[in-house]
């Protein structure tokens, strides 16, 4: 049977059946003299009408406690309402020892309050908010300064994502999910249990969010939303590493639209317009996982039009998208699900969120008041280091939410596939000085690449330091000296400096391959 609506604390004695009670409530199980027998009873164990052994346990009642049952190793017991217990063992139970089973009306254990706040890994980062991604002045809380980093990781994943409330369940069907509105992609991800207000996840991969916002051609309503994930596929054409495809929207009536990709262009698609197209506040596709949605459905002009492009962005080519955004970082709401997905929690505030992005620097950017998104990006690479992941390592840590002890998971094979390694993106400009030559990697295991291949150059003449890196780590400037880090250069043009130190690790042997 499945076991929908039930949680049991421990692995070796298991709930099954689909609780059909009319109320939530949850049985209590308690090993009896000489551990070979047990007794169950609905409620607490201690009640302050005292208990009745061998009453009527089909009654709502909590005193009712049953007549002792003995314990047969997989044998499915039948208890009420539909839910069933068995025992993984006939031997090796404590006399006293309890456990318990909630039981939720329905069929699923739905989250009351849910996610209340998300972290990252320790790490520098400032965030575009003081009080995290996305965050208003009214999305305050009173947080673990320990643990109050905002939540924020590369694009290719791999980042320990940290999410605390209140009712989680240790069960496999305990599940993340990243979504925004924008790209309305989901990530669905298996959470590790730490308690019932604490739980862990490590994200996947997410593609760069490469659609610029429509510029507005006239004297109507002008409200237009783009969304959607571009698919497209325009490499062998002119406009590779520019616009890799244009999206035209013209109003054809005040109820319709007529909308075409890649006008103009000689090699990359047709530009005939699809016309008669109703207004809608819906989503609507166009083509190659591009969407549009108006805010109303009347109040536009004939001949009114919308303009918007989608970018080619590679390891070796990145183009900006939009200034003044995010993008192509994506900013993913985060939810929890006890059963599996069934149902998730409530949306909850602006530190109920996760910020999908690599890092940025630029000649031009600012270690002060930048935030290290690609609108707002640090002045120097050694900036963004510092605010790159912490704790990097080869597998997932897991902790025991009885025992206090930890275990690693498998270990991934190479630096790629580290558990919090992090992206740095260089935009095209001459790094030279303090900042940008004898980098640190902090302990961290970071990539920095240049947004263009060639079009960063690192200048190590007449720095004090000719090397890219240091001659040792440190885990925080003026800190403890590390035996771990790393960081990988790609893309760059190296001018006077020491080609021997590109690319070093500190402590290989921990990490294996370099990036290729």
């Not at 980062?125 to 643990?147: K, M, N, R």
């Not at 558990?419 to 980098?439: E, K, T, W």
Request: aromatic share 10%; net charge negative; charged share 15%.
């Amino acid at each position: 049977m499945a076991t929908r609506g039930l949680r049991l604390s421990t692995s070796t004695s298991r709930p099954f059946g689909s609780y059909t009670g009319a109320v939530d409530t949850y049985m209590t199980i308690e090993i009896m003299q000489g551990g070979s027998s047990f007794r169950w009873k609905r409620g607490p164990k201690l009640s302050v009408h005292g208990t009745t052994a061998g009453c009527d346990t089909a009654s709502a009642s909590p005193d009712c406690w049953s007549t002792a049952i003995t314990i047969y190793a997989d044998q499915i017991n039948d208890l009420v309402d539909g839910v069933y217990v068995s025992f993984a063992s006939a031997s090796g139970w404590t006399h006293g020892d309890v456990f318990y089973i909630a039981a939720k009306a329905g069929t699923h254990h739905e989250l009351s309050d849910g996610v209340m706040a998300v972290f990252g890994s320790k790490s520098g980062y400032a965030g575009p908010a003081a009080q995290g991604p996305g965050a208003s002045t009214g999305d305050v809380w009173t947080i673990d300064v320990l643990h109050a980093t905002p939540a924020r990781g590369p694009l290719n994943g791999n980042t320990e994502l940290t999410v605390e409330g209140s009712g989680f369940l240790p069960s496999g069907n305990l599940t993340c999910k990243l979504y925004d509105e924008r790209t309305q992609l989901s990530q669905i991800l298996t959470a590790q249990y730490d308690g019932p207000g604490r739980l862990r996840c490590v994200t996947g991969d997410h593609p760069a969010d490469v659609l610029s916002d429509p510029e507005f051609y006239g004297l109507g309503q002008s409200g237009l939303s783009v969304g959607g994930l571009y698919t497209g596929d325009h490499t062998g054409d002119e406009y590779q590493g520019l616009n890799a495809a244009s999206f035209e929207i013209v109003v054809e009536s005040d109820t319709t639209f007529k909308w075409r990709e890649n006008a103009g262009r000689a090699t990359s698609g047709d530009s005939a317009f699809t016309t008669g197209v109703s207004f809608t506040t819906d989503w609507q596709d166009l083509a190659d996982g591009v969407k549009v949605k108006f805010d109303a459905v009347d109040g536009y002009t004939a001949t009114d039009s919308w303009i918007f492009n989608a970018v080619h962005i590679t390891k070796g080519l990145h183009p900006t998208v939009e200034i003044g955004t995010i993008r192509p970082g994506v900013m993913k709401k985060v939810f929890v699900s006890n059963d599996g997905g069934i149902t998730w929690s409530k949306e909850g505030t602006g530190l109920t969120t996760y910020l999908f992005s690599d890092i940025y620097a630029s000649p031009e950017g600012d270690d002060s008041a930048g935030d290290g998104t690609a609108g707002n990006p640090y002045a120097t690479l050694q900036r963004a280091i510092y605010a790159a992941n912490g704790e990097p390592r080869a597998g997932f840590l897991y902790d025991s939410a009885t025992t206090g002890e930890q275990w690693r998971g498998k270990p991934g094979v190479g630096l790629g596939a580290h558990i919090n390694r992090d992206s740095i993106v260089a935009y095209d400009g001459h790094y030279f000085g303090s900042g940008n030559v004898g980098l640190y990697p902090l302990g961290k295991v970071v990539e920095v690449r240049s947004a263009t291949s060639g079009g960063s150059v690192i200048d190590c003449r007449n720095s004090r330091m000719g090397a890219v890196h240091a001659n040792s780590d440190k885990m925080m400037p003026g800190g403890a000296a590390a035996t771990l880090g790393h960081i990988g250069l790609s893309g760059f043009v190296m001018d006077g400096c020491d080609q021997g130190e590109i690319g070093i690790t500190y402590g290989s042997a921990a990490f294996g391959r370099k990036w290729g």
